[in-house]
Nanobody, 125 residues
Framework: QVQLVESGGRLVQAGGNLTLSCTIS????????MGWFRQAPGQEREFVAS????????KEADSVKGRFIISRDNAKNTVYLQMNNLRPGDTAVYYC??????????????????WGQGTEVTVSS
């Protein structure tokens, strides 16, 4: 059974940087395109970024384009989300997810079959 575990969330000041990690177990990371989503308090979960199995194509939400970078290391079974120049509006629980197709970039959440439990990021002003 595929399991995803996120880590790296913490409290950070506005303008700061943070890198989240997501490790897969029970499966091979290279079999999946991967995505990051987030859910702010009182809001719906939204797409952040995605990357195909090889890492050669990516997609980002407009709200994070130019600030967040998704990457992956299939040998380490880990996906990363590098977040730069963080804003209070980035405060949310961040989730990683595995797409049902290796070339899938979303952003429809329904196309992602496996989800982690989330890691909390709080950006203070």
């Amino acid at each position: 059974q595929v399991q995803l575990v996120e880590s790296g969330g913490r409290l950070v000041q506005a303008g700061g940087n943070l890198t989240l990690s997501c490790t897969i177990s029970g499966g091979t990371l290279s079999s999946y395109a991967m995505g990051w989503f987030r859910q702010a308090p009182g809001q719906e979960r939204e797409f952040v970024a995605s990357i195909i199995w090889s890492g050669t194509r990516r997609k980002e939400a407009d709200s994070v384009k130019g600030r967040f970078i998704i990457s992956r290391d299939n040998a380490k079974n880990t996906v990363y989300l590098q977040m730069n120049n963080l804003r209070p509006g980035d405060t949310a629980v961040y989730y990683c997810a595995a797409h049902r197709h290796p070339y899938g970039l979303g952003p429809s959440q329904g196309d992602f079959d496996y989800w982690g439990q989330g890691t909390e990021v709080t950006v203070s002003s």
